[in-house]
C-alpha cells in the first residue's frame, strides 16, 4: 500500500465516538483501518506516517465558497489548503461565470469584481457548466486545482442572461429560457442552483418564478441554496418563504449562511430553529451553513436599494452621478433602510471598508464608512458615494451586525454544516476565507465546548457530503476516498484574525486529497490533487 497512517485518533466524521487506530491508504483511496487491539496484523505500506497524538478526520467541505476563479488563479491556495479544506462549492448566492454567453460574463465580471477580482488574469475560455468544470479539470497545464470543488448554477446569472436587468417578471419565453439553462447547468455536473436575493438581478425574481426553477432542480436530484431576502428585517419571513417555496417545487433546501443579524434579531435564532424543526417534523429536506464568526461581508454597492442597480453596473454609476438619485439613495439607506442592507437603516460606524480594487483608494481600507467621513468632515454618505464612483462598484466590506448567542445557537442545530463565504479579495479580508473550519475545531469546540470535537467535525464532513449526495466522501470509511485531515485537537486555531486576516492556521500538519500531500509537514507542498467534483443524480 502507498500510506499507512500510524496510532491517530480516527475522528471519522459520523458523530460517533473517536478510536485509535492504523488508517491504510492506497490508491487514492482508504484501504483498511486497523483500531488498536484489533486481531490481525497492522497494514504495513512504503511510507508510514507516526501520528501519535494527531487527529485522523475526513477531509473538511467547505459548503459556501467564492473561489470560483481564486482556483485558476492560484496553484498554491493555502487559504483553503491549509485549513483542511478538501472541496469548496462554488457558484454561490446567484452570480458566477457560468453559464454566460459574451455579454453576460463581461456583466458579471463587474457585478462581482469586489469578490473575485475582474477576471483579467484569467483566460475566461468558457460559456456553460460542463466547460467552466472541464477548465478546472486542465488547469496550471492539466494539473489541476489545489483543492476538489462542486458548483452551483447561478439564478442570478441566469435571469441576467435570459431576461436581463429589468426588475419584472420574466415572459413565458425567457422563463422556458431560464428553465433549458438550469437544466443543461446540472446535467453537465451542478449539484444544485443558487440564488443571491439581495442581489440585483436575481432578486428581481418573484416566487412563483423561483419555484418553477426550483422544479427544474428537484427533476435533476439537486437542491436549493438561497442567500434569501432578508437577514435582518423581515428575516425570519424570508426563512419561511424560501421553505415554503421549495416545499412546494419538491425542491430540496440549503439555507446559506444562515443566520439573525441586525439589532431586529438579536436572540432571535430559536425562532428561526423552530420553523426549521416544525418543517423537517413535516418532512422537509432542509440543511443549513453558517461561518463562526459575527460580522458579514460582501460589497458596498450591495447595500443600495435594487432599483439602483436596475439596468446594470453602467446605470448604478450614471444614478449615483445624478444629485436628485442619490438623495433618493441616500433616503432609502438611512432612512427606510433598503432591501440592499435587508431592510434595517444603515449604521455607518458598522461599515468597514475591507477592500478595493484601485490602490490609490487604500486609505479607506481598515475604516468605517463612519470613520472616513468624520477625518473628511463631511456626511457618511458623500464619503460612500465617492468610493462607490472612483472604485466603479468594486469596494468589499465588512458589515458589523451580527450576534454571538445566535452564531451559537445555529450551529448547534440538527441540519448545520460548515461554510467560509470566504472573498479571498482585498487587502482586508474577512478572516474567516482563512479561518472558518480551525475556527470551529479551536474555539468553539475545544475552548467553548459548544459542540464536541466529534460533532464538530461530523457537522464539517459528513453532513456536507450527505447534502451533496457524495457516497465516497465525508467519512473515514474503507474505500472511500483519501481526502483526509491530521490536526492536533490541543493546538489546532485559526491564525486569521481581523488585523491579520490572511495569517495561515495552527494544529494541522497534514492534508491528503485523493491520497497526496497537499499539505505536509505544515507546508503546501506542490501537488495539484483538486478537480471538479459532478453530481451524478439526474
Known amino acids: 500500500m502507498d ?15 473517536s478510536v485509535r487506530a492504523d488508517v491504510a491508504v492506497d490508491g487514492g483511496r482508504i484501504s483498511a483501518i486497523h483500531p488498536e487491539g484489533s486481531p490481525g496484523p497492522r497494514p504495513t505500506a512504503r511510507r508510514t506516517l507516526e501520528a501519535d497524538g494527531l487527529a485522523l478526520a475526513p ?3 467547505d459548503m459556501h465558497a467564492h473561489s470560483d476563479l481564486a482556483l485558476l488563479r492560484d496553484p498554491d491556495h493555502s487559504a483553503k489548503a491549509a485549513q483542511g479544506v478538501t472541496l ?13 454567453d459574451d455579454r453576460t460574463l463581461a456583466e458579471v465580471r463587474r457585478t462581482i469584481a469586489g469578490w473575485n477580482g475582474d477576471g483579467e488574469d484569467v483566460d475566461l475560455d468558457w460559456r456553460t457548466v460542463g466547460e467552466y468544470l472541464d477548465r478546472l479539470d486542465r488547469n496550471f497545464g492539466g494539473e489541476g486545482i489545489a483543492v476538489n470543488a462542486a458548483y452551483l448554477v447561478p439564478q442570478g446569472t441566469v435571469r441576467m442572461y435570459a431576461v436581463g436587468w429589468e426588475d419584472r417578471p420574466a415572459t413565458g419565453a425567457e422563463l422556458d429560457r431560464m428553465r433549458e439553462l438550469v437544466a443543461q447547468g446540472m446535467r453537465e455536473g451542478a449539484f444544485g442552483m443558487s440564488s443571491g436575493l439581495t442581489y440585483t438581478p436575481g432578486m428581481y425574481a418573484d416566487d412563483a418564478e423561483l419555484t418553477e426553477l426550483c422544479r427544474v432542480v428537484a427533476d435533476h436530484g439537486g437542491y436549493y441554496c438561497p442567500h434569501h431576502r432578508s437577514y435582518g428585517a423581515g428575516a425570519l419571513e424570508a426563512y419561511e418563504e424560501m421553505v415554503r417555496l421549495t416545499r412546494k417545487a419538491g425542491c430540496a433546501l440549503h439555507l446559506a449562511h444562515a443566520t439573525m443579524n441586525f439589532g431586529v434579531n438579536e436572540g432571535r ?26 460580522p458579514g461581508c460582501t460589497t458596498l ?3 443600495l436599494p435594487s432599483w439602483a442597480s436596475e439596468g446594470g453596473p453602467e446605470a448604478t454609476l450614471a444614478r449615483l452621478a445624478d444629485p436628485a438619485a442619490a438623495a433618493r439613495m441616500r433616503h432609502d439607506l438611512e432612512v427606510t433602510g433598503s432591501d440592499g442592507c435587508h431592510g434595517v437603516p444603515i449604521d455607518w460606524d458598522t461599515i468597514e471598508i475591507s477592500g478595493v480594487t484601485l490602490p490609490g483608494l487604500s486609505g479607506y481600507v481598515g475604516r468605517t464608512v463612519a470613520a472616513s467621513a468624520r477625518e473628511r468632515g463631511e456626511e457618511p454618505w458623500t464619503t460612500a458615494r465617492r468610493l462607490l464612483d472612483q472604485d466603479r462598484l468594486g469596494s468589499t466590506i465588512l458589515q458589523h451586525v451580527g450576534h454571538e448567542e445566535n452564531v451559537r445557537r445555529i450551529m448547534r442545530h440538527r441540519v448545520h454544516t460548515g461554510g467560509s463565504d470566504g472573498i479571498l479579495r482585498g487587502d482586508k479580508p474577512h478572516p474567516r476565507a482563512y479561518g472558518t473550519f480551525p475556527h470551529y475545531l479551536g474555539r468553539y469546540a475545544r475552548e467553548l465546548g459548544v459542540l464536541t470535537l466529534e460533532e464538530c467535525v461530523a457537522h464539517l464532513t459528513s453532513r456536507p457530503a450527505a447534502r451533496l449526495r457524495l457516497t465516497d466522501r465525508g467519512l473515514v470509511r474503507a474505500g472511500y476516498r483519501a481526502d483526509l485531515v491530521l ?10 484574525t481581523f488585523e491579520a486576516p490572511r495569517t495561515l492556521p495552527a ?5 491528503l486529497i485523493d491520497g497526496r500531500f497537499v499539505i505536509e509537514d505544515g507546508r503546501r507542498t506542490q501537488v495539484l490533487a483538486g478537480r471538479s467534483v459532478r453530481s451524478t443524480a439526474r
Open 3 to 17: 500510506l499507512v497512517v500510524r496510532d491517530a485518533r480516527v475522528i471519522d466524521g459520523s458523530g460517533g465516538p
Open 269 to 294: 435564532a430559536p425562532e428561526l430553529l423552530g420553523l426549521l424543526d416544525r418543517a423537517l417534523d413535516e418532512g422537509a429536506d432542509i440543511s443549513l451553513d453558517t461561518y463562526p464568526y459575527t
Open 487 to 496: 490536526f492536533d485537537p490541543a493546538t489546532v486555531a485559526a491564525g486569521s
Open 59 to 61: 477531509g473538511f467541505i
Open 507 to 511: 494544529g494541522i500538519p497534514h492534508v
Open 88 to 100: 469548496e462549492v462554488l457558484g454561490q448566492d446567484g452570480l458566477s461565470y457560468a453559464p454566460v
Open 301 to 303: 454597492v450591495a447595500m
